[in-house]
Nanobody
Framework: QLQLVESGGGLVQPGGSLRLSCAASGFTSNYYAIGWFRQAPGKEREGVSC????????NYADSVKGRFTISRDNAKNIVTLQMNSLKPEDTAVYSCATDLGVRFRLCDLKGAQYDYWGQGTQVTVSS
């Protein structure tokens, strides 16, 4: 069965860095995408970044473009989100999810297209 496990969250000062990992298991092909989403208290969930495992194509939200980098290790089915120059507004619970319907399209940041979700990991950016 499909499982997603996030790790790497924590407390960091503004301007600092964190690296989040999403470990996926139970997949039988690389025709899927992994997306990172975040939700802060009182705010709507937003897509942060996604990567298509078969091609490595990526997508980023404007709010994190140039600061965050998503990458993949296909052999291990692990997706990493490197987060640099963190800001207080980046504080949220970050979750990874998989989109199983990307065989003939690119990944996007619409949460409704994602099928399975991990438990989430807390990221807090504060001085």
């Amino acid at each position: 069965q499909l499982q997603l496990v996030e790790s790497g969250g924590g407390l960091v000062q503004p301007g600092g860095s964190l690296r989040l990992s999403c470990a996926a298991s139970g997949f039988t092909s690389n025709y899927y995408a992994i997306g990172w989403f975040r939700q802060a208290p009182g705010k709507e969930r937003e897509g942060v970044s996604c990567i298509k495992m078969s091609t490595g194509s990526t997508n980023y939200a404007d709010s994190v473009k140039g600061r965050f980098t998503i990458s993949r290790d296909n052999a291990k089915n692990i997706v990493t989100l490197q987060m640099n120059s963190l800001k207080p507004e980046d504080t949220a619970v970050y979750s990874c999810a998989t989109d199983l319907g990307v065989r003939f399209r690119l990944c996007d940041l619409k949460g409704a297209q994602y099928d399975y979700w991990g438990q989430g990991t807390q990221v807090t950016v504060s001085s």
